[in-house]
């Protein structure tokens, strides 16, 4: 059962007029609580064109942030460098203007414009620009790899754009049509003849009712993106220019024009972004090869320095920054390749317990796979999921390392050398973590304090921190005893916004919650110490929970940061009303949505039960495992902070939590008008 479900999620129903019909209808319905009576045929509603787009952008691209909003320009530039990949253009053109709009331009063989074969009365242009799942790119007849696979990417900018112009120069004509809102607003129609022009140039403008009034192109980002394509495909020029007035603030040291083009593809990105890094074997492995079977190719680029390590991975110049199949076979490779080469040396022993996580904790990687119909996650494409992915570049890179591994053994060695240093590492810290675990256990066992999980390792474990002692107790008989731990707190927590250093180290549930986490705080603190993957704020849901749960963000944001950059901290989302009618039972989270649920869940003349927790307390140990602990069933909260100004975020922090009321009083004024908009 989905969250939403468990909290009586289901769709408005509309009830039809009072006919003698409906009114039989209802009385059989009175007789069988559990029916939906005003489902028919007339709620079943049918979306045309690209409706769905705009009615659920989301689905598409990510949902209507920033980051979904350059998610477009990427899937239009992905277009124009699956026209270079196929060996048809060799430079794109990305423009940004002073009026927000943006343009791709390549020199591709260009949109096709003649009539469609199955919709004569319109061109194949308007076909691909109106219709999901339309293009060119479902076998390999036109595009042996490409990184558009569903026919919806560009129709779903032309959705989600406020006006979009198309100019497609084929055979020595250009042609020219506009769209808005994902309708055209002109006729194809011919402009003049050509004759040194040939492709496909597309420019648009984000829709603000979709993405907001104040929602721009940002010139950084969108080079950073242009510019890492360039790198993917060497046999491409990318040239860049941006109007000179957007060039402010963020973007103040972005060019106005540039030129990129890298025939060393990723390895000369990897060189530049590194730097003057040390390296640890003095030179970076790389190779681009041919599978057998012409299945696909790859492009890879690595190597260990004493930083954090990344790994950038692509697949047919699509950015897979989820990872997926591609980068598993990528550290497959890697692993069984150096353990091959320790076997040969005699040093197999100690190498035995090294994993790929040793490997790439601080390696320095850049993988590109080019393959026909690869499968992703989701549209917006995180994430690849073709299983024969991770064979291709197995068996493309293993080969290779093994050779490079044993062109210098000096080389390989130090690289033994320095994974083992990692692996011995790794395991020291986890020796540490469950030493300070049990201290931490031995310490804390008392009343109403920390009852851990049974679980060592931090992976897959969860820490609730609830409001009480009797909600403790609940907790504690509704966990999962194997990777939930419950951490009670008596009363408010110290507002740590406006206490000296002193007094927060004087503070007794401070001071054991920092024991709890193992991680220490501020400057000290250490990711890898702490204790717990989820660490879950469990609160009463009234006004008091909410207060005593804005207290621990606060702590958590003040004293430890990074772990809520890192992902770690949640909200559970308790329920505060339970409602039973007949056999069913819903629960609401608040009077709003209790509301609601009698308006459209419970009808009929059947006795309804409802109850007001007062607080998770009162809550059976199965009533709180079912709607609030039990990861299947529940509803979690990521806190996480938005604002891309960190002194913006420390004054709201202030304004709310700080010692000044006036502040607070001021703030609540100004923002009142948003407080509709906070729905869980």
């Not at 112009?165 to 042609?175: D, M, W």
């Not at 990129?260 to 190779?287: Q, R």
């Not at 054991?512 to 204790?531: F, H």
Request: aromatic share 6%; hydrophobic share 40%.
């Amino acid at each position: 059962m989905a969250p939403t479900d468990l909290f009586g999620g289901a769709g408005k129903s509309v009830p039809a007029p009072a006919t003698k019909k409906s009114q039989k209808k209802q009385k059989s319905q009175e007789n069988n609580p559990s029916g939906n009576a005003d489902y028919t045929a007339a709620d079943i509603e049918v979306l045309e064109g690209l409706e769905p787009v705009r009615r659920r952008p989301g689905m598409y691209i990510g949902g209507t942030d920033e980051k979904a909003l350059h998610h477009l320009f990427a899937e239009v530039i992905d277009n124009s460098m699956d026209e270079a990949v196929a060996g048809h253009a060799t430079w794109i053109e990305v423009e940004l203007d002073a009026e927000g709009f943006l343009s791709i331009n390549d020199n591709g063989r260009g949109i096709p414009v003649d009539p469609h074969p199955k919709f004569t009365d319109i061109s194949a242009l308007e076909v691909i620009m109106t219709t999901l799942h339309a293009g060119g790119k479902f076998d390999s007849k036109v595009y042996e790899t490409s990184g558009g696979l569903h026919g919806v990417g560009i129709s779903v900018v032309n959705a989600l754009s406020s006006v979009l112009e198309v100019e497609i120069a084929r055979n020595r004509e250009l042609f020219k049509q506009t769209y808005s809102r994902g309708l055209p607003t002109s006729t194809l129609e011919k402009i003049g003849d050509v004759h040194n022009r040939r492709g496909t140039k597309i420019r648009f403008l984000p829709d603000p009712d979709i993405f907001g009034q104040s929602a721009r192109f940002q010139p950084l980002r969108l080079l950073k993106m242009a510019r890492s394509k360039a790198y993917l495909f060497g046999g491409v020029e990318i040239r860049w220019s941006c109007a000179e007035s957007l060039l402010e603030g963020p973007s103040r040291d972005v060019p106005a024009q540039a030129v990129f083009h890298f025939p060393g593809g990723l390895k000369d990105y990897l060189a530049e972004t590194l730097g003057n890094e040390h390296l640890v074997t003095g030179e970076i492995f790389s190779g681009n090869t041919k599978s057998a079977g012409k299945h696909g190719s790859v492009e890879w680029a690595v190597t260990w320095f004493t930083g954090d390590g990344f790994v950038n991975s692509y697949c047919n110049t699509v950015p897979t920054p989820e990872g997926g199949t591609h980068e598993a076979g990528f550290r497959s490779a890697l692993l069984r390749s150096l353990k091959s080469y320790a076997e040969l040396t005699g040093n197999n022993k100690k190498l035995a317990p090294v994993t790929s996580e040793d490997i790439m904790t601080s390696a320095a990687a850049m993988l590109a796979v080019f393959m026909r119909e690869p499968e992703f996650v989701g549209q917006t494409k995180d994430r690849l999921a073709t299983v024969e992915a991770s064979k291709i570049v197995d068996v493309a890179v293993r080969d290779q390392f093994d050779i490079w591994l044993a062109a210098s053994p000096a080389r390989a060695n130090k690289l033994l050398e320095w994974v083992i240093e990692r692996s011995d590492e790794r395991l020291r810290r986890r020796k540490e973590r469950e030493i300070s675990r049990k201290s931490a256990v031995r310490k804390l066992r008392l009343p109403g304090k920390l009852a851990d999980c049974s679980r060592t390792a931090a992976e897959g474990t969860e820490l609730f921190i609830v409001e009480g002692d009797s909600a403790g107790g609940s907790a504690k008989q509704a966990r999962n005893r194997k990777i939930q731990a419950i951490l009670p707190l008596r009363g408010k927590i110290l507002n740590v916004a406006n206490a000296t250093k002193d007094k927060i180290i004087a503070n007794q549930q401070i001071s054991d919650l920092i024991q709890a986490l193992g991680c220490a705080t501020r400057a000290n603190y250490l990711e890898s110490d702490l204790r717990y993957e989820r660490i879950i704020l469990m609160t009463d849901a009234d006004v008091d929970g909410a207060h005593i749960a804005a207290l621990l963000i606060t702590f958590f944001y003040r004293e430890m940061p990074k772990l809520i950059d890192e992902g770690h901290l949640f909200l559970a989302v308790p329920p505060l009303y339970r409602i039973s009618q007949g056999g069913k039972t819903l629960y609401a989270r608040d009077d709003a949505h209790k509301d609601e649920l009698m308006e459209t869940q419970f009808k009929g003349r059947g006795k309804i039960d409802m109850s007001r927790f007062k607080g998770l307390g009162e809550m059976m140990p199965a009533q709180l495992k079912e709607t609030t602990m039990d990861p299947a069933k529940r509803t979690l909260l990521k806190v996480s902070i938005r604002d891309a100004d960190p002194e913006q975020t420390r004054d709201s922090v202030q304004k709310l939590m700080g010692n000044k009321p006036e502040a607070r009083f001021n703030f609540i004024q100004e923002n009142a008008e948003f407080a509709k908009d906070l729905d869980i």
